[in-house]
């Protein structure tokens, strides 16, 4: 099920990405949040933190309600230790990963997904979801690969 989700969103996203002449990161951002957290019923945030200083996130499009993690620094929370690491991160349950910041305390497990331009980090892609052990490796690869057609022309 996760899977076909994944396809349709994957194949959707690819031909509005890629349309000309080309959208700008914000609005890919913008869709591309719309269009996934419509499609899973657990998440209750996804959304984009874009770097917008040395060492600093800012929050960018999401869907979900008002947050108060407005700016995150590297290092700090999933999304910071993303931005170091420049891996994806799954957090299987929030409450023991110890480097956790709460935004929404509904939050029960993460996953967050850099995205690169150029291999220079341009910002991450968050996900939030109110049920322990939601992520998976599905999920890393498919995240994975959306992200790579927010800066790609195939």
């Not at 994944?6 to 913008?30: D, G």
């Not at 230790?81 to 110890?98: G, M, Q, R, S, W």
Request: with cysteine; hydrophobic share 40%.
């Amino acid at each position: 099920m996760k899977t076909k989700k994944y396809k349709n969103i994957y194949r959707t996203l690819k031909s509005i990405l890629h349309t000309q002449p080309p959208l700008s990161f914000q609005a890919s951002m913008s869709l591309s949040s719309s269009l996934l957290a419509s499609e899973f019923q657990n998440w209750i945030f996804c959304g984009f933190y874009v770097v917008c200083k040395r060492k600093t996130l800012e929050i960018g499009p999401y869907q979900g309600k008002i947050i108060p993690c407005t700016h995150i620094d590297f290092g700090m929370g999933v999304c910071g230790t993303v931005a170091v690491n420049k891996e994806t991160l799954i957090v299987k349950d929030v409450l023991k990963y110890p480097n956790y910041i709460s935004c929404d305390s509904k939050t029960a497990s993460e996953i967050v997904v850099p995205i690169f331009q150029n291999k220079k980090l341009v910002a991450v892609l968050d996900i939030d979801s109110k049920k322990i052990d939601d992520f998976n490796e599905i999920d890393k690869l498919y995240l994975e690969n959306i992200s790579k057609l927010f800066f790609s022309s195939n």
